[in-house]
């Protein structure tokens, strides 16, 4: 779990954030309440930093920026999962403010029959002391239910927390490999190569593709190409590790990403899978049937510097394509 504040601790960081939300040219918004939370309990540093740049230059934070830090910092959710967050904690600031409004009027309106009990003199007598102990119990329950709907609060928002990172994790996943998905691999490789200022130390990519898989499905349906890519890419888990991005490009392409593997290192890991996908052998349904062997052909690309990310990955896929064209079943390194 992200947050493991208290109950003293968060309801104190609600307290905090508010009136940070209500100064800024933004709306009183989820995507705003996360914000300004790590930024008052200071859980957040790369969050912190920016939002007093922004704050140093311009005074106040407008609704871009405000739901370009949520962004950068704080979550990347679906459109579907931040409305959902959106429409839950709308209803937590509503039941909040109409719990707060009653606790401010049980306060004032104990304020007021201390001042007119103080002003008339009947504070020393019976009746006066019965209305005073009458008034300060009322405020002591509204307190008290505001309390407690702020412990209800912080429990609604944290699993709101939850169903939003497991919205985003599903929004980078494959559903049918468990591997990341293109759009996520995309983001990965542009801050991978963004990070990249040792031209010794260049990330290598894999492209990965099934050979005859169209093929294998006009043979034995869709349901078992399904269960072929599921195979593939277990193998493929198997064998990435450390900072290694495993992704489903398309189809029954797959990439790999390495980091801080050389280009020796990634010939070797493309045969490693290779190898392991033709020994591999995979039964039909609950047949003992073993169909016709799975291959794989992979292309190998070394990372130039100051080349675009577009670029590295159609190197990658043209090393792939003459693997192909060589026979299948083989590895091809990328030129420059």
Same mark, same amino acid.
């Given at each position: ?35 300004? !939370?790590? !930024?008052?309990?200071?859980?957040? &540093?790369?969050?912190?930093?920016? %939002? ?58 104990? $304020? ?24 300060? /119990?009322?405020?002591?329950?509204? &307190?008290?239910?505001? /309390? @407690? ?17 497991? =919205? ?9 490999? $468990?591997?990341? @998905? ?15 200022? @040792? ?20 043979? !034995? ?6 269960? &072929? ?17 495993? =992704? ?21 890991? %493309? ?8 020994? #591999?052998?995979?039964?039909? #349904? ?16 070394? !990372? ?11 190197? %990658? ?5 003459? =693997? ?11 030129? &420059?």
């Amino acid at each position: 779990m992200k947050y493991q504040h208290s109950k003293t601790e968060s309801s104190e960081y609600l307290r905090r954030a508010l009136p940070l939300m209500s100064n800024q040219d933004a709306g009183l918004h989820p995507i705003s309440y996360a914000v300004w !939370y790590e !930024y008052v309990s200071g859980m957040n &540093v790369a969050l912190n930093a920016a %939002a007093d740049k922004l704050l140093t230059s311009q005074g106040k934070l407008s609704e871009r920026d405000v739901i370009m830090l949520f962004e950068r910092y704080v979550a990347d959710v679906s459109e579907e999962a931040a409305s959902t967050f959106a429409a839950g904690f709308q209803r937590i600031l509503g039941d909040i403010s109409h719990s707060t409004t009653a606790a401010s009027d049980e306060a004032g309106a104990f $304020g007021d029959t201390l001042q007119r009990l103080s002003d008339s003199g009947d504070m020393q007598r019976p009746e006066g002391i019965a209305e005073l102990m009458q008034s300060a /119990q009322s405020m002591r329950t509204s &307190v008290s239910t505001l /309390q @407690n709907k702020l412990d209800d609060s912080r429990r609604e928002i944290e699993s709101l927390r939850v169903e939003v990172a497991r =919205a985003r994790e599903a929004s980078r996943t494959d559903g049918l490999t $468990g591997l990341v @998905n293109r759009k996520s691999f995309d983001e990965v490789l542009a801050s991978c190569l963004a990070d990249v200022s @040792n031209p010794d130390a260049s990330p290598c990519l894999l492209m990965c593709d099934i050979d005859h898989f169209k093929k294998i499905n006009d043979t !034995y349906g869709h349901v078992f190409g399904d269960k &072929v890519i599921r195979a593939v890419a277990n193998v493929i888990k198997e064998n990435v590790k450390g900072r290694d991005t495993a =992704a489903r490009y398309g189809g029954e392409e797959f990439v790999i990403l390495l980091p801080e593997t050389s280009q020796q290192g990634a010939e070797v890991l %493309a045969e490693q899978i290779r190898h392991a996908i033709e020994r #591999g052998r995979i039964k039909r #349904g609950s047949q003992d049937e073993t169909v016709a062997r799975i291959t794989l052909s992979l292309g190998v690309a070394r !990372y130039q510097p100051g080349e675009p990310p577009t670029r590295f990955i159609e190197r %990658a896929d043209q090393a792939l394509y003459a =693997a192909k064209q060589g026979g299948r079943n083989r590895v091809n390194v990328a030129g &420059v």
